[in-house]
């Protein structure tokens, strides 16, 4: 007897392309909009989105976080969970009172990101889930942008314009003039080192590269088929910062791999990103969806810990690589979720 012997998900990845240029051009026939053109309101009406914010002690940038989320200009349904994961300062009382938060959900010990995401989608209502970091301040018509644009097979990446953290003298951190800019992100403008093995692909460059993963790749388009751009490829461009995917299929494929957050950081949304794609997606860039992305006072001593861990969470993926695609894992999704809400606070209004 034969035994079936089902793709990896990495050889799974391998068989799909990336082309999207027929929806972004079909979205633009249909809306005379251009696809990296910012969104007016009424171009989102009759849409629905829930944005999900995990959040760990982030209450040095959340005021202005949520201000921008507030001052969002869009004609859909927007619904604004927030999951603190049990942060020892202020963040739960600043989410629990402003105004721009729907939902504010303190969990009863620190679960990690992972966790929080996925406790916030499960609450989720709308059929598209932007996930949004909580020290990142947003211009005001990326609302309007991802619900105009989404669908049930596309994945919509932001992108992120990192702000070192200086104080106000009200105390809240100080944004640079000027909206924020593309180009001042790593999947756009890249500059590697030379003679030291790249962290994901192990590969070494011999000579100086001025990297332009965004354009090089025809915004992403020629990553398909499981190709790289030196250490770059296509799920690691699903940046979970500022990222728009379809709840159905992040239910479908289990949401985040939370045993992530018990081995460090990152990686997680890459592999989310690799589940989705696997089941069918294409991941889209919006060039227009970039935000401040707002370091943290402490943040050399943070980025120490994180790279810490990385070698870590980045094994967990490769394993995860060989397995079968995850597919038809809601039962579990809602089971973990549920359990973390179990003695959770919610408040919602």
């Excluded at 859909?76 to 994961?85: H, K, Q, R």
């Excluded at 190709?227 to 995917?245: G, I, N, Q």
């Excluded at 050399?300 to 060989?322: F, G, I, M």
């Amino acid at each position: 007897m034969e035994v079936a012997v089902m793709r990896s998900l990495a050889d799974t990845l391998k068989t799909l392309a990336n082309a999207h240029r027929y929806f972004t051009t079909g979205f633009t026939t249909r809306t005379s909009l251009g696809w990296h053109q910012p969104t007016p309101a009424c171009a989102a009406t009759g849409r629905a989105l829930s944005v999900v914010i995990p959040a760990r002690n982030t209450a040095y940038a959340l005021p202005s976080v949520l201000d921008a989320l507030a001052a969002q200009q869009h004609a859909a349904d927007v619904e604004v969970i927030l999951v603190d994961d049990a942060s020892t300062d202020a963040t739960f009382d600043i989410a629990r009172r402003h105004p721009a938060v729907t939902t504010a959900v303190r969990l009863a010990e620190r679960r990690g990101s992972a966790a929080a995401r996925n406790t916030g989608a499960r609450l989720a209502q709308a059929p598209t889930v932007l996930f949004v970091d909580a020290d990142i301040v947003l211009p005001s018509h990326v609302f309007a942008d991802v619900a105009a644009r989404a669908a049930g097979d596309t994945v919509l990446t932001g992108f992120r314009h990192n702000v070192t953290y200086q104080a106000l003298p009200c105390g809240g951190p100080l944004l640079p003039e000027g909206p924020p800019l593309l180009a001042a992100d790593h999947r756009v403008t890249w500059t590697p080192p030379v003679g030291k093995a790249l962290p994901y692909s192990g590969i070494t460059l011999t000579e100086e590269l001025d990297g332009r993963p965004l354009d090089a790749t025809n915004d992403f388009q020629n990553l398909g088929y499981g190709r790289f751009y030196y250490d770059w490829d296509l799920p690691r461009m699903a940046v979970t910062a500022l990222l728009a995917v379809p709840r159905e299929q992040l239910v479908d494929v289990g949401g985040f791999d939370e045993e992530f957050g018990a081995r460090g950081w990152g990686m997680e949304d890459t592999h989310l990103g690799a589940a989705l794609i696997a089941t069918g997606c294409l991941v889209i860039p919006l060039r227009q969806a970039v935000g401040f992305h707002l370091d943290p006072p402490d943040a050399a001593a943070q980025w120490q810990t994180k790279l810490a861990s990385w070698p870590a969470t980045l094994a967990h993926y490769r394993h995860l690589l060989s397995l079968p695609t995850p597919t038809g894992r809601d039962h579990a999704f809602a089971t973990a979720a549920d359990k973390h809400l179990t003695d959770a606070e919610v408040i919602t209004r």
